[in-house]
């Protein structure tokens, strides 16, 4: 039978000058054990530092939301369904944490867009319209000194591209668009169409969903918006259409409780709480 000193390594080594083998085990096991402790003190401090950084990155998206009513919410229900969209798509975790990243401030560039435009109700002008579409090149400027957000960095920029390549600031078609901007423009188009605007009411999700798929292939990835209708399709309502009034709120709710069944089965992930 194997002895615990037969298992280890050095128990075979050459000693030299009648080493203590012993004392020697038992240095070493001290030293795993500090870094052991050292690792759990690193591993909470990295935690610690994830969750100042959302909380700063979540009112950098607030401050920008809070000059437009419409925009209310709008980043952190982005940030869930894709969230819920990347899951679903596999993606490892740490473009899962760029995702986040990218939803929570993909619109941060319209904090430069003049108040008269913002907030304008009804139809844009082209130079008011040739503003708005600044804004993802903007949101890139501000932010592209903060080296950690690495490839979120390339969701705000991309948000607006299309798949056919019809979309800005780049023109960029098929995958030559970034993954997380690709997801992110379907999200966000989602959560466009249910929610309401100055200018009309907000889409049921059923509405929203057949305007999801309508552009599959063109405006949008035909992968995330199949991964996007496989998460809507798990909500209970879908054969029961809402009053457009409630249908961001209620599709947010239960998005959390979709993610949360996700997540669930992905620990490595954070919960975006509301
Ligand atoms: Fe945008």
Redesign the pocket.
Known sequence: MESATDSWPLANAPLDGGIDLQCLQQQLLSYAHDLSATLKHLRKAHETLNEVCLATLSALAAITEARDPYLAGHSRSVAMYAQAVGLEMGLPPTQMESLQHASLL??IGKIGVPDSVLRKPGPLDEIERKLIRE??EEGYRILSGLRFLGDALMGVLH??ERYDGRGYPRGLAGEDIPMLARILCAC?ALDAMTSNRSYRRAMNIEQATAGLIEGRGTQFDPQVVDALVCVLERFPFIESPIAPIRATSVLYDTTVAVCEELFSAQPHVRELRP
Do not use: A, K, V
Request: zero cysteines; hydrophobic letters at 0%.
């Open positions: 993909h619109d804004h993802p948000h607006h966000d």
